[in-house]
């Protein structure tokens, strides 16, 4: 037969969960502020304590996970491991993609120092041999009416920073073609203005976005 009551402090802590009615009643009133402070710090004690534990058991899991993960990525010296079969497979392609490792920064110019307005935009391509070329843009408004031909949007809004990112990024697909498509020797030769890689993007229609 099951029991229809039970005892309290079969769930709950007397003194920190509960008190009966008649001895919280005869307590004073320092006692009782005291008692419900104790209470409230005592629920969220277990409650912080319950979350505690959950992160614990998360923490650990994550630790077994992380250990998992770390011997399966390894070392490129290990074959079975993906850093091994990575740097295997990287191997027989490694003078074609060097070609394609070059970096594009854009700088500012300005006629006067002190006005800085509608400055020049200039590009350093640097190749994985280091060799290295200048290359003048134009000015902003050059730019932006370029910008617009290629991608039919408004680049009014923009200013140097924006301009400056959407250079670089125009420049590195322009070059990763021209490269592909001859080589590092005939790209140091030629001038590429940004009229070049305008009729190139045009010519390409979206196709240059994937490079």
Request: charge should be positive; include cysteine; proline fraction near 2%.
């Given at each position: 037969?099951?029991?229809?009551?039970?005892?309290?402090?079969?769930?709950?802590?007397?003194?920190?969960?509960?008190?009966?009615?008649?001895?919280?009643?005869?307590?004073?009133?320092?006692?009782?502020?005291?008692?419900r402070k104790l209470r409230e710090n005592h629920i969220l004690f277990l409650e912080k304590s319950k979350e505690l534990a959950i992160l614990k058991k998360?923490?650990?899991?994550?630790?077994?996970?992380?250990?998992?993960?770390?011997a399966n990525i390894g070392n490129k010296n290990l074959k079975n491991s993906i850093k091994g079969k990575l740097s295997m497979n990287t191997q027989p392609?490694?003078?074609?993609?060097?070609?394609?490792?070059?970096?594009?920064?854009?700088?500012?110019?300005?006629?006067?120092?002190?006005?800085?307005?509608?400055?020049?935009?200039?590009?350093?391509?640097?190749?994985?041999?280091?060799?290295?070329?200048?290359?003048?843009?134009?000015?902003?408004?050059?730019?932006?009416?370029?910008?617009?031909?290629?991608?039919?949007?408004?680049?009014?809004?923009?200013?140097?920073?924006?301009?400056?990112?959407?250079?670089?990024?125009?420049?590195?697909?322009?070059?990763?073609?021209?490269?592909?498509?001859?080589?590092?020797?005939?790209?140091?030769?030629?001038?590429?203005?940004?009229?070049?890689?305008?009729?190139?993007?045009?010519?390409?229609?979206?196709?240059?976005?994937?490079?």
């Amino acid at each position: 037969m099951s029991r229809l009551l039970k005892y309290r402090c079969e769930s709950e802590v007397f003194f920190k969960d509960y008190l009966p009615d008649e001895f919280f009643i005869n307590l004073s009133d320092e006692q009782r502020i005291s008692f419900r402070k104790l209470r409230e710090n005592h629920i969220l004690f277990l409650e912080k304590s319950k979350e505690l534990a959950i992160l614990k058991k998360e923490i650990i899991e994550k630790r077994k996970k992380l250990k998992k993960l770390t011997a399966n990525i390894g070392n490129k010296n290990l074959k079975n491991s993906i850093k091994g079969k990575l740097s295997m497979n990287t191997q027989p392609l490694k003078s074609l993609s060097k070609l394609f490792e070059f970096s594009v920064s854009v700088g500012l110019r300005y006629h006067n120092s002190k006005n800085k307005k509608n400055p020049k935009f200039y590009l350093r391509v640097k190749s994985h041999d280091n060799n290295f070329k200048n290359i003048y843009v134009g000015r902003p408004n050059d730019i932006k009416k370029s910008l617009f031909k290629i991608r039919n949007f408004s680049f009014e809004n923009y200013n140097n920073d924006d301009l400056k990112l959407e250079i670089r990024l125009l420049y590195t697909v322009y070059i990763r073609y021209f490269v592909w498509k001859n080589n590092w020797k005939i790209f140091f030769n030629q001038k590429h203005q940004l009229n070049d890689v305008e009729q190139w993007c045009l010519s390409m229609s979206n196709e240059f976005l994937r490079w």
